[in-house]
């Protein structure tokens, strides 16, 4: 397994100089925010995609992913980067959404990134029942896999707190309508703790689905907020053990946007805990 960091934590800094310091805290790789100011895909420039190969390639660092989860180029009012969704009500703001996810497959692959995250369908709207707005996600991703298929990338949704997809059961339920070797999860430990799933049951369970992970601690009362990890209430030795034992060798980005503050201060305390337990045998 290889440890890398997300950009996210780095909204500050234009992006040679977050790879940069990514690479000198002594990650493996990075997460690429499909987002401003880093790589938002509907006005990247040519030139800009030959910077951002460039430094990675002086950083000597891969991609972990590339994170089209948030999109606060578009800054929707109600939240900075879950809308819109693939859930909204209203179709021309739907697409959006799908515009930004099909650049965004595209990016990827350009870049050689293995696969893009985005989001598991947005809150319910007023009114909205579940069922309908899981037949329209269902409807809206379809097409989008064939997309990945075709460009040679793979499509991980994110379950998230207070979205339609909240847990893991949840993704097996749509990647299971979805029938799609292009579909994969991308598993947040954080966020199945906040939702009380027992994380090595679900790690094993989910083994065979996920592609990806998000590492992230979260307080006790189990409240969606990023910590670093090894401050707040998860076992990381149990989860990185659980990983372990489904034969997983990819990527583990952490995920601590909320750090923008000092993004290479939480980045050093999280490798401090997290590289000794993944060079641990299994």
Known sequence: ???????????????????????????????????????????????????????????????????????????????????????????????????????????????????????????????????????IFVEVLKPLAEHAHKRGVLLLIEPEPGLLLETTDQYLEVAERLASPSIGLNFDVGHAYCMSEDLPRAIAKLGPHTRHYHLEDIAATRVHHHMVPGTGAIDFGQVIAAIKATGYDGWLTVELYPFVEDPDLAAKQALELLRPLTELPA
């Open 1 to 135: 397994m290889r440890l890398a960091f997300s950009t996210n934590a780095y909204l500050r800094h234009p992006f040679d100089q977050a790879a940069s310091r990514i690479a000198a805290m002594g990650y493996d790789g990075l997460e690429l925010m499909a987002d401003v100011p880093h790589a938002w895909p509907a006005h990247l420039l040519n030139e800009q995609k030959q910077a951002i190969r460039d430094a990675m390639g002086r950083s000597r660092l891969a991609f972990s992913n590339v994170n089209a989860f948030m999109m606060n180029a578009i800054s929707d009012h109600r939240q900075p980067y879950w809308h819109p969704s693939f859930i909204e009500p209203d179709h021309a703001y739907r697409q959006v959404r799908i515009d930004h996810t099909r650049r965004a497959l595209d990016l990827c692959a350009e870049l050689g990134a293995p696969h893009i995250t985005t989001e598991p369908g947005g809150p319910l709207a007023p009114g909205q029942s579940r069922s309908e707005a899981i037949d």
